[in-house]
């Protein structure tokens, strides 16, 4: 059980990881994904009124949120490197 918590604590970790050292090519992509999600869910819910489809619509515009201003931020640092 103990080796389990540690992949697992491993598996976490570098995902984590992926998401810190992102480049703006990368979190333009899972911005694509995370909007394809909204356009999905917010299509179910306004069209069949599934409220679960709400709450993940709603969840992925919050990760929008989140990642735009990373992008942001990583793009501005790429601009300046180049």
Do not use: P
Not at 16 to 32: G, R
Not at 45 to 68: D, H, M, P, Y
Request: hydrophobic share 40%.
């Amino acid at each position: 059980m103990y080796l389990w918590i540690v992949l697992f604590d491993l598996n976490i970790y570098n995902k984590l990881k992926e998401k810190v050292f992102m480049t703006s090519q990368q979190l333009f992509e899972t911005m694509k994904e995370h909007w394809l999600a909204f356009e999905e869910n917010h299509a179910r819910f306004t069209e069949k009124g599934t409220k679960a489809a709400g709450v993940r619509a709603r969840k992925s515009i919050n990760e929008l949120k989140k990642l735009s201003s990373k992008y942001r931020s990583t793009q501005l640092a790429e601009s300046k490197t180049k």
